[in-house]
């Protein structure tokens, strides 16, 4: 028998993920609130890609009470923000099974999200929590749908148990992403590809406060917020995938082939500003290399720049971008000046 994937947070990668699940033929549900799920409901799941726009008509439900007691061949996909992460856990984890027991009990959980903190608040309550380094290109186009503008294939997902190892579990389902034009690579060793992204997100709070990260001034910005983050990393002792092996994997698998009449525009945090949401993921990727730095004594002045400016503009919903690069240098320069005077 074949898994029921239950999709918590159906909106760009749960969308996407989810979509092409139920393209290849695999049982899937859509856990979604709000214009979403009202849209989802009404009209079904738009998935626009490269080889065309695919409506599938999924059930679609607000939480686990509509759903009865889940199955025992039910695998759980966590694609909620990290910020998130504490009321999805909350909600599904005393979901009952059917045959006894709970979902936290006797239930895969997938944590497939930027930044490495979910599966940690997971394995608190969840027996069986899995890691996946999420390298899908996705937008939130409006409610009810969304773009993957992939292709070949649709996004690469490094998958494996957290905190490390791998089962047979892992193997069937990467089995099934692979059906659904993703390559999903079983791995023991995921946090390693999870703190390479991490890096690699550290981008996203620049990019949604000052836009594409396509100038000379923004790229040299970044280099200098990554270094930052490398040397946290590595303090820590955090072992993290390469620039070269994470080009020679994923090589020339994945291409950009954005619609013309929706063209991607900017990453997830980006996407949260622009959607208006009042929240943001920048304390769970820039405030982690924050959170490392403080407990091992390396200090993180850029990081936790982009930190806060990330969560002002969250919670004063200021436009996406509207902080010009100069003036974040500036603030940059002045940041790293005063914990060097200090």
């Known amino acids: ?155 690469m997902l490094h998958l494996g148990r957290y905190p490390h190892g791998t089962d047979d579990t892992a193997h069937r389902i990467a089995a099934d992403l692979a059906k659904s034009h993703f390559e999903a690579p079983v791995v023991p060793d995921v946090q390693r590809w999870q703190y390479a992204k991490l890096l690699g997100n550290l981008a996203n709070a620049l990019e949604a406060v000052s836009g594409p990260v396509d100038s000379a001034a923004a790229e040299a910005l970044y280099a200098r917020v990554r270094a930052e983050g490398e040397r946290v990393l590595d303090a820590a002792g955090v072992t993290y995938a390469g620039a070269e092996e994470q080009r020679r994997t994923r090589g020339d698998k994945i291409t950009l082939l954005p619609p013309p009449d929706a063209p991607r525009g900017g990453g997830s945090s980006w996407q949260s500003l622009t959607r208006g949401t009042g929240t943001i993921e920048a304390d769970h990727l820039n405030g982690e290399i924050a959170l490392l730095g403080r407990l091992h004594g390396v200090p993180t002045p850029l990081n936790d720049l982009l930190q806060r400016l990330a969560n002002t503009f969250a919670r004063e919903r200021r436009a996406a971008g509207s902080l010009p690069v100069a003036e974040l240098t500036r603030l940059a320069d002045d940041a790293v000046a005063f914990v060097q005077e200090a």
């Open 1 to 155: 028998m074949g898994y029921r994937y239950i999709v918590i947070g159906a909106g760009a990668v749960g969308g996407t993920i989810g979509g092409r699940l139920a393209g290849a033929g695999h049982e899937v549900v859509l856990v979604a609130r709000g214009a979403q799920y009202t849209a989802l409901r009404e009209h079904g799941l738009r998935l626009r890609t490269p080889d065309g726009d695919h409506t599938h008509h999924l059930p679609t439900v607000d939480g686990p009470a509509a759903l009865g007691d889940l199955r025992p061949d039910d695998v759980l996909l966590l694609t909620v923000k990290t910020q998130d992460t504490e009321s999805a856990l909350t909600a599904w984890g005393p979901a009952p099974v059917t045959g006894g027991g709970t979902a936290a009990e006797r239930l895969p959980l997938i944590c497939a999200q930027n930044g490495v903190e979910s599966q940690r608040l997971a394995l608190r309550r969840f027996h069986r929590v899995y890691g996946v380094c999420v390298w899908l290109p996705s937008t939130f186009v409006e409610p009810g749908v969304v773009s993957a503008a992939g292709a070949p294939l649709t996004g």
